[in-house]
């Protein structure tokens, strides 16, 4: 059984590294005390768990008044596909009291963003790491 969860407090942040290298997200795994750190440094997060395995999690920033960015939205393979991606999105997106609602989105997977109600950027500007500023990384022009 699908639950959903943002409480930070009882994640095995080991567990949460496996999901990002399983899921794929970005090219190198995560090192669990700075995903730790950033989901804890977050406005809001989501975690899903079947039975007590974490399969997906996401969270958000926000600034409580004009803007918000979410990040981290991570599911694994063998979950997506049904429904469970954009319930955690939906249930981000409602615990931001802001209208303006950006997101990076893995090369590739955008149309899963606008399928949610998400919509292209065309000004987004951006500085990145150097997996994500390679030319075929797939995220800058």
Same mark, same amino acid.
């Given at each position: 059984?699908?639950?959903? $969860? %943002?409480?930070?407090?009882?994640?095995?942040?080991?567990?949460?590294?496996?999901?990002?290298?399983?899921?794929?997200?970005?090219?190198?795994?995560?090192?669990?005390?700075?995903?730790?750190?950033?989901?804890? $440094?977050?406005?809001?997060?989501?975690?899903?768990?079947?039975?007590?395995?974490?399969?997906?999690?996401?969270?958000?920033?926000?600034?409580?008044?004009?803007?918000?960015?979410?990040?981290?939205?991570?599911?694994? +393979?063998?979950?997506?596909?049904?429904?469970?991606?954009?319930?955690?999105? %939906?249930?981000?997106?409602?615990?931001? +009291?802001?209208?303006?609602?950006?997101?990076?989105?893995?090369?590739?997977?955008?149309?899963?963003? !606008?399928?949610?109600?998400?919509?292209?950027?065309?000004?987004?500007?951006? !500085?990145? %790491?150097?997996?994500?500023?390679?030319?075929?990384?797939?995220?800058?022009?």
């Amino acid at each position: 059984m699908i639950e959903y $969860s %943002n409480k930070k407090e009882s994640i095995d942040w080991e567990e949460a590294a496996i999901v990002f290298e399983r899921a794929p997200l970005g090219a190198r795994r995560r090192d669990p005390e700075q995903l730790r750190r950033a989901f804890a $440094s977050s406005y809001t997060v989501i975690f899903v768990f079947d039975a007590d395995r974490l399969v997906g999690l996401g969270r958000a920033l926000c600034d409580g008044e004009y803007q918000a960015a979410i990040y981290d939205m991570v599911l694994l +393979p063998q979950y997506q596909g049904k429904g469970i991606g954009k319930e955690m999105l %939906n249930r981000l997106c409602a615990q931001l +009291p802001v209208e303006n609602i950006i997101l990076y989105a893995v090369p590739g997977r955008e149309g899963f963003y !606008k399928k949610c109600g998400f919509k292209k950027m065309i000004t987004a500007m951006a !500085k990145l %790491n150097q997996f994500m500023s390679s030319p075929t990384s797939g995220y800058l022009e």
